[in-house]
């Protein structure tokens, strides 16, 4: 994942080949210079970008497999053909940095986020559908104006920034009945400039409770925002919010 985000092109250079074997369709971006630097900038895009992608490994449904290392941005140097490589660029390095040491503290608040919300550990699949006898539409997908993406939206091909809106009501087994888990919002922004997005109103909720945010290093979970409310998403990153439920009135 590390060189995902550090390096172009393959550098297959060690494995006596002249760089003719493996893919050469790495499908990856360096951020701006090939392989290490001291850049601080590109440090710390390509780190976020880490988290992004560890981000929307572990919110999706399935089950998520990480690769030994990528935890803490373990590197190959650029090869993408490591087969015959009894060395350095195959082996796992435990000697971490300070920062590969804070991805892996994100690793882990992200396992537990995915512990957290069964919504995001569905044995169902999502259908889009309105489902008229619970008045629940499973998975929305809203524009950052805070409305439901249309048929206009899902084609321009400008169209970088939007949320995922999973609702916990929706029925969760073969049994026809709501379900109680909180409702999420995802935000994913491949912009490279901030765009507001406005918080959309959600039935049954009274707040947006911040759980998740890429750009933030040392996030503090927890922050509410009304319904309403624009949230800057910072270009290239990820978030997730919690749907607060009012408290339920006590019984005398």
Not at 92 to 118: A, G, M
Not at 137 to 159: A, F, L, R, T, Y
Not at 233 to 244: A, C, I, P, Q, Y
Request: charged share 25%; hydrophobic share 30%; with cysteine.
């Amino acid at each position: 994942m590390n060189d995902l985000v550090s390096y172009n092109d393959k550098h297959n250079e060690a494995n006596g080949e002249d760089n003719r074997d493996g893919h050469s369709d790495n499908r990856s971006w360096n951020c701006g210079v090939e392989g290490p630097t001291e850049d601080p900038a590109i440090i710390e895009l390509r780190y976020r970008q880490m988290r992004n992608l560890l981000a929307t490994l572990f919110l999706a449904q399935g089950t998520p497999m990480l690769l030994a290392g990528d935890e803490f941005a373990r590197t190959q140097g650029g090869s993408n053909n490591a087969y015959c490589q009894d060395s350095e660029i195959g082996w796992v390095d435990w000697n971490v940095s300070e920062k590969s040491s804070e991805l892996q503290e994100f690793v882990r608040y992200l396992i537990e986020l995915r512990k957290r919300h069964p919504l995001l550990r569905r044995t169902r699949f999502f259908t889009g559908e309105y489902d008229e006898s619970l008045g629940v539409k499973d998975v929305s997908w809203i524009q950052p104006s805070g409305d439901e993406m249309g048929m206009e939206q899902w084609q321009d091909g400008s169209n970088r920034c939007m949320g995922i809106l999973l609702d916990g009501r929706t029925q969760t087994s073969g049994i026809r009945r709501e379900g109680v888990d909180h409702s999420l919002l995802i935000i994913v922004n491949a912009h490279h400039d901030v765009v507001s997005f406005l918080l959309p109103e959600v039935p049954q909720g009274q707040e947006w409770i911040l759980q998740l945010d890429t750009n933030q290093t040392e996030l503090d979970p927890g922050e509410t925002f009304a319904f309403g409310d624009e949230y800057q998403v910072t270009g290239r990153s990820v978030l997730m919010f919690e749907l607060k439920k009012p408290a339920k009135r006590k019984r005398h």
